[in-house]
């Protein structure tokens, strides 16, 4: 990475020291743009939710020094100048226009993973934008919603550029979800766990071997030992894993059930009470937290039950009347309508560190074609080295079956998926169909970000209709 000033953009830059982990993690919330300097002479972008009128939302990637928690200063790479990236937000039907300007001295994509679009604005690695240049993604929302996150995704140096910062949410919305009057506003938190290591200066610093990278300092929304003021409320918690490897067991400090209501894709069908979640990077989770009967003065963490970490903290602050409630295990979310008989199966097995079906990655390569809007049963198979978290583009999956290993399908795998988890001697399988858009070439990979840069990655063509 190039820490060399020059190439950073000139820019205002405000150091609220006096703000701390509490207020610059809800700085770093949902929509607080207000907050951020780079947005003073873009007022414009504070959302692109206003889907009557074309807009045009200004990204950048650059290098840039942020507050890693604590007051320390880390080089890195930034969205917008904020680590992580900005919350993008999108209604269903409207036409979202981003305006990406690449800062770095590499060249990079952006990807917008769990959203359908066009190859052409999908971050494909064929598509870079060099350094210094600028690239418009234009693309209507088309789908349901839920919490996607956008990252680079260019051959070979998605691992680093991730690690080193680039990575932020974009959620979707549409009208089903607004009629559940879910937790809104300071009560909905979008939250990227991932995990860092610093050098001796500071900064974060990426080395990885063949089996990814893993850290040993775990950040939620770019912050050590985060921590969030909440009040006697049911809090809605938009979790993403935004490590490059590391596969998470999500806890409460105090063992207590949360409610899981979304993933990947949206909605479940019903809400399901659960202790622990276990996913892998590039999965999403919707999660309720209760904390309407707490005291002024409790604290909770999220844990990470295989390290041990906290992960978050969440101190309550103020008592108030609540208005939010938590549905029950037999109120309806969403309807999903199974995908059934499908047309064809084909197998991906997942090799050593770096294939599929024994191949490694060639861009220029088409591995197989799918014919457009046919059910196809797709059936993922470790050959060692797993996990691998297998990411399909194009079109959300439903998950059919997992066989070996763990030997079965867990709740936060129902619905709508774009990513899911195939354990060391695992074979899963998954339901697919690609009815959005046509003659496309996408990708399908594994999304533990070290196997993907070593070629755990394969194209393939939706064919003309
Ligand atoms: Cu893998």
Redesign the pocket.
């Known amino acids: 990475m190039n820490r060399n000033q020059e190439h950073v953009p000139t820019r205002r830059r405000f150091i609220k020291t006096s703000v701390g982990v509490l207020g610059a993690l809800s700085a770093g919330r949902l929509l607080a743009f207000e907050d951020r300097p780079n947005f003073d002479r873009c007022p414009e972008c504070s959302a692109i939710s206003d889907y009557k009128l074309p807009q045009t939302t200004q990204l950048s990637a650059s290098v840039d020094q942020f507050d890693v928690g604590g007051g320390q200063l880390s080089w890195g790479y930034a969205y917008n100048e904020s680590f992580p990236g900005p919350v993008l937000e999108a209604y269903r039907g409207s036409n979202v226009r981003i305006r990406f300007q690449n800062f770095l001295d590499d060249h990079t994509t952006v990807h917008w993973h769990g959203m359908v679009v066009p190859h052409a604005v999908d971050g494909h690695p064929l598509n870079v934008v060099l350094p210094g240049e600028d690239f418009i993604y234009h693309f209507p929302i088309v789908q349901r919603a839920c919490l996607n996150w956008y990252h680079p995704h260019p051959h070979e140096m998605t691992g680093e550029q991730v690690n080193l910062g680039l990575a932020g949410p974009f959620i979707i919305r549409d009208e089903e979800e607004s009629m559940l009057e879910l937790p809104v506003g300071s009560y909905e938190v979008p939250l990227i766990i991932r995990d860092a290591k610093f050098d001796s200066q500071g900064n974060l610093r990426y080395s990885a071997g063949a089996s990814g990278f893993f850290g040993d300092v775990p950040l939620a929304n770019g912050k050590q030992n985060a921590a969030l003021s909440i009040d006697t409320e049911v809090y809605r918690f938009r979790i993403l894993n935004g490590c490059n490897a590391r596969v998470w067991r999500l806890a409460l400090s105090n063992g207590a059930a949360f409610t899981l209501i979304g993933n990947d894709g949206g909605l479940l069908e019903f809400p399901v009470d659960l202790t622990e979640i276990e996913f892998g990077p590039g999965e999403r989770l919707d999660l309720l937290v209760d904390f309407r009967n707490a005291s002024v003065g409790n604290q909770f963490r999220f844990v990470d039950l295989d390290e041990n970490w906290d992960l978050i903290e969440f101190t309550v602050t103020n008592s108030v009347q609540p208005v939010f409630s938590v549905p029950g295990p037999t109120d309806r979310l969403s309807v999903i309508s199974p995908l059934v008989n499908p047309v064809r199966t084909r197998e991906f097995t ?1 090799e050593g ?1 770096s294939r599929i079906n024994g191949l490694e990655y060639d861009m220029n390569r088409i591995d197989f074609e799918v014919p457009f809007a046919e059910t196809e049963l797709w059936r993922f198979i470790t050959g060692g ?2 996990p ?2 297998v990411h399909v583009h194009g079109a959300s999956f439903q998950v059919l079956s997992r066989s070996g290993g763990r030997n079965m399908l867990f709740p936060w795998e129902s619905g709508w998926k774009d990513t899911v988890l195939v354990g060391d001697g695992e074979t899963v399988e998954v339901l697919t169909r690609f009815d959005v858009y046509d003659d496309q070439v996408y990708l399908m990979h ?1 999304h ?1 970000l070290e ?1 993907e840069d070593n070629g ?1 990655m394969t194209n393939f063509r939706v064919l003309p209709r």
Do not use: E, T, V, Y
Request: proline share 10%; aromatic share 10%; with cysteine.
């Open positions: 997942f560190h080295n797993g691998h978290p594994c533990l196997h755990m």
